[in-house]
């Protein structure tokens, strides 16, 4: 999937689930219940074991299902290594120059991540199409998205940090393109438990506060 199209499917669903899985098979309960749910994005982040690996069979699973990406990419060749195993977008916690050239060189959408305007222009000038604002919640939450996007009208934000169902609808009607959403919908100790209902509802609630959020768009 091509930087342009990646872009798209990310703003059409309007949810980048984050998974920390411990192993593979958690990953794909935890993917299969967001998928369930509606959501066909997935964001594995290099800090869980064997991540790589992980990514690789999620991309072979799911193929065009479901649009996997990797998350905490923080060099390089971090970048190539999971460009390799099959990642079709890449995410990091702030800006690597390197990253977004690893991934531009192959037509892959990397989304570096920024908190200040100074971090946002930087972003910027490194030709990134979409920024992640981390951590966010922390940083004002949907009042931050609101702050940036005064200086930055037309940049495409992802909060991330803090994001939940709660409040995902004064994150857009802050300004936001996508939202990134961790624990509080890949919930870990409901799939050991082999309640994964309680994630497929989750997923479904977060796509109806993305609608009703963004009538226009559906």
């Known amino acids: 999937m091509n930087i342009d199209a990646a872009v798209s499917k990310i703003h059409e669903i309007g949810i980048v689930p984050v998974v920390r899985a411990a192993n593979v098979e958690e990953a794909r309960k935890a993917v299969d219940a967001i998928h369930g749910g509606g959501i066909s994005i997935i964001e594995i982040t290099m800090t869980v074991p064997n991540a790589p690996a992980m990514i690789q069979e999620l991309a072979r699973h799911y193929g065009n299902k479901v649009l996997t990406g990797a998350g905490t990419v923080t060099t390089a060749k971090q970048a190539e290594v999971c460009l390799d195993a099959g990642a079709q977008f890449l995410v990091s ?93 890949v919930d870990l100790a409901a799939i050991r438990k082999n309640e994964t209902a309680k994630i497929i509802d989750m997923a479904k609630a977060l796509l109806d506060a993305v609608r009703l959020a963004r009538p226009d768009k559906f």
């Open 93 to 185: 916690p702030g800006l690597s120059v390197g990253v977004l050239q690893t991934a531009a060189r192959r037509s892959v959408l990397a989304i570096p991540g920024a908190l200040t305007p100074t971090e946002v222009m930087a972003a910027i000038e490194a030709g990134a199409p979409l920024i992640k604002i981390f951590p966010c919640g922390s940083a004002g939450g949907p009042k931050h998205i609101k702050a940036l996007k005064a200086p930055f009208p037309e940049i495409r934000l992802i909060p991330t940090g803090g994001v939940n169902v709660t409040n995902a609808a004064e994150y857009f009607a802050a300004g936001s393109f996508a939202l990134g959403v961790g624990a509080d919908l």
